[in-house]
């Protein structure tokens, strides 16, 4: 048993899960704030070079979890370690923002997709991306591929 | 406090931290394995599909924490939020392996920098990746930039 104390806390638009932006093609440009505890501050030492950042946080108000659901971008159900459902065995989410600015021990950020007053674990800087040609999505590009498919039908009809 | 279990453990080549390659310009190429409970295996159903991997793992042997270290790749030092630093107020590590097979409920992959027996808290798909114009790269961006004048310097004499 591996036992964490949040670091600080995200301040976030969304108060309510029905209020996050969902399902396939979502964008997530949403501002907020990560709060760090100040205990924590010289922790943040030179972050400001970094464009974009690793969060790591709690879905503090999923509970249990399913080994197999379906997503909010398709009909069919895959296993939640192919998902970034919040019902996981480790109710661990992972975000990637865009650092706006630091002031002290507080960080504005674009692209949060948190519930406000989420649990922060641990902040990380993203340091590389794997080049898109190199990437498979898996059934994520299968459901875009069927929803772009039924799309154009729609239009023909 | 938030408490967690393992839902597996790594495999890799690598029993010694020294043994892990660290440092300015370190590709991770080497291969292992991320051996999953059996209690989780449908919980990987339909990952296959996908080329790239976040793993979210313990440092279990790391103990305590420095807000300020100077990393393997520089020479000066930097707040621990804005490096890869084992020494975590959260000691959870972050790697973007490579899916090469899956075997029940075994994920052979590469690109693995963790230590053989490292316990895995989570596995999420890599959806997509930050366009690497987009990216600024701070202390480390800086640090290569300087090692790269030192060694060109090194070279004309």
Redesign the interface.
Known sequence: ???????GTIRSPYTETSQIPKGLGTVHEALGTIE?API?E?????????????V?W?F?RATGFD??GTPPADTR????????SPR???P?G?T?VKLISREGCCLRVSGVDMLDGT?V????????????N?????????AEERNQVARERDERC
């Not at 641990?122 to 794997?130: M, R």
Request: glycine share 6%.
């Open positions: 048993m591996i036992c964490m104390e949040p670091i760090v924590f010289a922790g943040l030492t030179d972050i400001e070079g970094f464009s974009h950042l690793f790591l709690v503090d080994l197999v159900a895959h296993g939640v370690f192919a998902t970034r996981r065995p480790n661990i992972l990637i649990p674990l641990d902040i990380k800087p993203y340091l590389s991306s794997i080049p898109s190199e990437l498979r999505r898996g059934w994520l590009a299968e």
